[in-house]
């Protein structure tokens, strides 16, 4: 059976998925809901997945895969969909990753982010920061901040990503948005040189090292309000990353920025819904107080879990705290809120407790395959 990338596409979003994988040796994936499913029966070929990548990649990006083995890019599929795609090499075979970019921007209620974060997010500057791992949601959950900013507020807003994922119109705001790799260099470069196009905010996809997140900081503290994200979970192993980001001889100053600079760090994972249509956001907030500013200064991180515990008037909450929600509701299964509980042997004793009536905690986690 010959796939096309046209039918695979339609499929992926007919069944509501988020993410299309092609490997040679096994037949199409979809990611629906969380979980894997076969698109099809018959197994990929390596002349199979190269034509399919040579369907979507341009000769520069085709020209990158054989030159470092891999290429990232942002595909338009007709007037449907956008798709976020990675294309690179496994064992001298083309692979290719496609993620669905909505189209739509979400609101804050219809994605659950906490509005407690709005009088954070209308600060004339600091850092705010979107945590949690591959696929949890980040990008729409700083489209829909970034989108209600640009409705509120005239501002001057300028995203730097690699690639542009969710596109946005001018409203009362004027939004600028930059491409890594194909209207500037690098993360780093965009930065410093958007200091110079007199922007309000700057969004940077990724602070994947160093010198991005030491130019993030900085153009937080000189009176810009920033937002970032990082690929960890929970605030306490966000702060730690950025500090040992860092030569040992630098971390106390950054612990110093970071304790004037950081204003919230919003850690989100995304739960499969227990009616088995669609995934539920689960978020931890973090908003920096003074004795949270002061546990950062002085290196006791550890301890900002308690202080997160105790913040709730202030609009802050621990994931599992949410996580424990949502099954108290109803709305998840154990397994899964259990799977992305950041303190397990907690959660579970909590989710004993305040099981609702008739539901049975099982002694150990499930785990499920592929289902076609």
Known sequence: MAYEMVSLLRMLIDRDGSDLHLAVENPPVGRVHGHLQYFGEDPLTPDDTERLMKSIASVDNQQELQEVGGSDFGFAFEDIARFRVSIFKQKGNVGLVLRLIPRKILTFDEIGLPKSLQPIITQPRGLILVTGPTGSGKSTSLATMIDWIN????????TIEDPVEYYHTHKRSIITQREVGVDVPTFAEALRRALRQDPDIILVGEMRDLETIGAAVTAAETGHLVFGTLHTTGAVRTIDRLVDAFPTNQQEQIRTQLAGNLKSIISQTLVPRKSGFGRVAAFEVMITTP?????IRENKSYRITSA????????????DEHLLALFRKGIVKYEDALGRAQMADDFEANA?????????????????????
């Open 352 to 372: 004993r407790a305040m099981a609702p009536d008739g539901e049975k905690i099982p002694e150990r986690q499930k785990t499920q395959g592929i289902t076609r």
């Open 151 to 158: 409705t509120s507020f005239d501002h001057h807003i300028i």
């Open 291 to 295: 004795a949270i500013q002061n546990l």
């Open 308 to 319: 997160i515990q105790t913040g709730h008037k202030y609009g802050m909450n621990l994931l």
